[in-house]
């Protein structure tokens, strides 16, 4: 069996002013830090242990994982970071307070900017100072690749590669894998893995810093899913419908 966890990123600074963040790099608010915590605790007290990490380039998931593998005695571990990790890129909404936003361009418009499958946010300008175009981080990355507004679609079709290329070929070796992203990031993952629809995946809530345990067989297809909780409660997910298969089957390679 394989096993490897999905976390996301404690409460961010802007998560508590519920302002769109995307790409902007944000840091954890002093709650996030503490939510972090915890689930080092879930995770020791739940006897799960790790030997490799994977994160995104965005200090709120980055910070998330050290203090879990600081909390663990394995910050000493092996880390992968890579851009492909990141939050959905949310365009020129990047900043906006999500209920200002509301009122001006109606609730409708927002949900449908945050949780549906395949409608983008506006796209940004690359002169826009909010643009990762002047980031060094990006410098490695052609500017033609650079997303200016992504829908949870196209962040799922810049996550999978990094899945097949990275994550899954370690999973594979026999590496206990904790990956450490971002809500939609983690949610493009899961689709993945699990197949599940278009029209479920966008309302699939991730709590921050909550532990997500996938137990997977040796071709990689999930046979459990859980949320760690307190004293040893487990949360199994079920998905409604998979794509394509009427509820009963997973895509994971
Ligand atoms: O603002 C964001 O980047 C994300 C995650 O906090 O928001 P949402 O949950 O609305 O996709």
Redesign the pocket.
Known sequence: MHRLILLRHGQ?V??AED????W?DVGLTDRGVAETRQAAELLKAAGIDVDVAFTSVLSRAIETLHLVLRDMDRLWLPVHKHWRLN??H?GT??GLN?AETAERHGAEQVFQW??SWDIPPPPIEPDDPRSAVADRRYAGLARSNLPRGESLKDTTARVVPFWSEAISPALRLGARVLVSA???SLRGLVKHLDNVADRDIPLFEIPTSRPLVYELGADLTPLRRYFLGENGAVEEITWPTREGTGGSSSAAA
Do not use: D, I
């Open positions: 961010s802007w998560n302002r769109f963040t995307g902007t939050e959905r949310y909404l990047q999500k945050r949780r971002h809500g939609n």
